[in-house]
């Protein structure tokens, strides 16, 4: 197997990207110096074996390998043996603690410089729906090698089981006497349904449109949730991205420091109506359903406990109003959203008729596309067998 990876950078003032991306999930990485990586964000590696690549360091989950210092992450690679392995590093993942299914993922990093150094910013399949690698995807936001120091990289590998596999990707070059071990940089990309997008301190260098897995059509895999992960490999005589030859040993310690990582989902591209004088009831009755509708995302309602199939939340608008898209806004709370739902309209409050638009979420910002309707009452239902707690921070109506 070859996995193939991705990267990381320290202080900037925060600025939106544009295009209407919405900031979902980050970290500045603000801790205390020397303290460990926020473990509610990030899980650390311990391991080695050479991930399917002959790479020669072990991933530990020390202070020697990773920390915070001065608003940054450091990743630290040495030059020593551990469990079998001649060099340490480290390894984060977000699985399970930070899973997205599209988006913008920004990460500011200076990489570290030397033959065998492998910085890797890079994208897995949470859930794997799809097989083994590379069926299920996989994104690279940014690598490098250490001994081409005016390069990265930005690939998608996807399609049939090793040696049949695919991939498809693309290079930046700094300008002339740069590098990217000198200065921070920011890697990003951008997934939506159907095109990926790979950006260097936002200059667009390259897009790719096209994939496929052998077990389901496009746009799989890269259709499912997919979890970020930063490391600093060490690629040896036998690990074809370094080129095939022996680390740098002179080079080491080398560090791979990461500003901040950023997650955005694309927010809704209509007009919020106005929710003045909206009300909002609920079953089961329980917390403050008016907190779904202030405006405020440190308020919230939420059910406390999972939802029943059936179990609903309505909103009224007080007047008829025209609209095409809702959003059930539950971010800050990665586990409690809508595994499934209904929408139903009414004019009356108590008549529903049929759905107007259902789905599965698979996120905490929920948006909800339909033809236009006109009514006064929206009611958003629980259904299926995900249950799940409901925490809904903010629910907006568009059109
Ligand atoms: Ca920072
Ligand atoms: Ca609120």
């Known amino acids: 197997m070859l996995l193939t990876v991705g990267l ?55 202070r020697d390998n990773s920390y915070q210092e001065n608003g940054s992450l450091v990743i630290n690679a040495k030059k020593e043996s551990y469990s079998g392995q001649s060099y340490t590093s480290a390894k984060l993942i977000s699985k399970n603690k930070g899973d997205w299914k599209y ?23 949470t ?72 950006y260097v301190d936002d200059v667009l260098y390259s897009t790719k449109t096209g994939w496929f897995t052998p077990s389901a059509a496009y746009p799989a895999p890269f259709d499912q949730k997919f979890y970020l992960i930063l490391n600093l490999a060490i690629g040896g005589p036998n690990t074809p991205f370094t080129g095939k030859t022996s680390p ?39 917390s403050t359903p008016s907190n779904m509708l202030d405006g405020n995302m440190s308020t919230r309602w939420t059910t406390g406990t999972d939802m029943v199939p059936g179990q609903y939340f309505i909103v009224d608008m007080k007047a008829a109003k025209t609209f095409n898209q809702l959003t059930i806004d539950c971010t800050g709370n990665s586990k409690d959203y809508a595994r499934g739902y209904q929408v139903f309209v009414s004019s009356d409050g108590t008549n529903w008729g049929s759905e107007v638009a259902s789905g ?37 109506v568009y059109n």
């Open 248 to 286: 740098d040993d002179s080079a080491l310690p080398q560090k791979m420091y990461v500003d901040y990582v950023r997650a955005y989902t694309k927010a809704a591209s209509g007009s919020a109506l106005d929710r003045t004088g909206w009300t909002a009831t609920t079953s089961p009755v329980n």
């Open 360 to 396: 599965t979420g698979t996120d905490p910002l929920i948006t909800i596309n339909f033809a236009p309707k006109t009514a006064r009452y929206l009611k958003v239902v629980q259904t299926g067998t995900g249950t799940n707690w409901w925490s809904v921070r903010e629910f907006n």
């Open 8 to 62: 990381m950078p320290v202080h900037s003032a925060y600025s939106a990207p544009s295009d209407n991306w919405q900031l979902v999930w980050s970290d500045e990485f603000n801790g205390t110096n020397g303290s460990a990586p926020d473990s509610t964000k990030w899980s650390l590696i311990d391991q080695g074996g050479g991930f399917g690549n002959s790479e020669l360091q072990y991933y530990t989950s020390r």
């Open 103 to 125: 988006g913008r993922f920004e990460i500011r990093a200076k990489l570290p410089q030397g033959r065998g150094m492998w910085p890797a910013i890079w994208m897995l399949s």
């Open 127 to 198: 859930d794997g729906v799809y097989g083994g690698w590379p069926k299920s995807g996989e994104i690279d936001i940014m690598e490098n090698r250490g001994d081409v120091t005016d390069k990265v990289s930005g690939t998608i590998h996807y399609g049939n089981d090793w040696p049949n596999n695919s991939s498809s990707g693309g290079s930046y070059f700094l300008p002339s006497g740069q590098t990217f071990a000198d200065a921070y940089h920011t890697f990003a990309v951008e997934w939506e349904e159907n095109a990926i997008r790979w």
